[in-house]
């Protein structure tokens, strides 16, 4: 029931069958509908969802109504607003279902016990943090630095599957840019 999750694990620490066991004990498996929300912006994330298939993201609601997404995530990802779940403060952030998916839930509450119970837990868990760390300012820099087209390529380079999947307003957003300008885009490289 939980192996795709089990291989994750696996890839970062090695685990008996007691110490998985006790993992386990923890997860739960859930299906939500495409449009599901998981947190609200200014809730508190109290839970990480691992995906086993589909398409989630995180995404900001700005002062004028519309969302930015952040991130776009698939399967074999964690899935937080991993400053609330771990700070217990308000998300900045809300996240929600692109696709249908199936995801294995874990609390904060479990993945503390994890932590005093399995010491190896920490360093999955300190692993994880320099992952996401490495990820948000290789995001970050890409907005700052990288002009619309260039960021465009690289995500056909890097997660071509995310164009074929998601709807193109999510990927306009994702880039820093409005749908119009993806679709001048994608004509101008379509051209050459």
Known sequence: MFEQIKSYFLKFIPLDDAQWALIASGLEKIVVSKKSILLHAGEVCRHAWFIN??????????????EITGYIFTEN???????????????TQSIDA?????????????????YENIPQMERFGR???????????????????????????KLLRERPELIIRIPHYYIASYLGVKPETLSRIRKRLSEK
């Not at 990802?77 to 998300?91: A, E, I, K, L, N």
């Not at 692109?98 to 994890?114: A, C, F, G, R």
């Not at 320099?130 to 390529?153: C, F």
């Open 77 to 91: 990802s964690f899935v937080s607003s991993f400053g609330s779940f771990v700070s217990r403060q308000p998300s």
């Open 98 to 114: 692109i696709e249908d998916s199936e995801l294995i839930v874990i609390s904060y509450d479990h993945m503390l016990k994890l």
């Open 53 to 66: 298939s589909g398409c989630l993201r995180y995404y900001y609601n700005t002062h004028d109504g519309m």
């Open 127 to 153: 692993l994880l943090a320099e992952n996401i760390v490495v990820g948000s300012q290789m995001r970050t820099a890409s907005l700052l630095v990288d002009d619309p087209d260039t960021r465009y390529q």
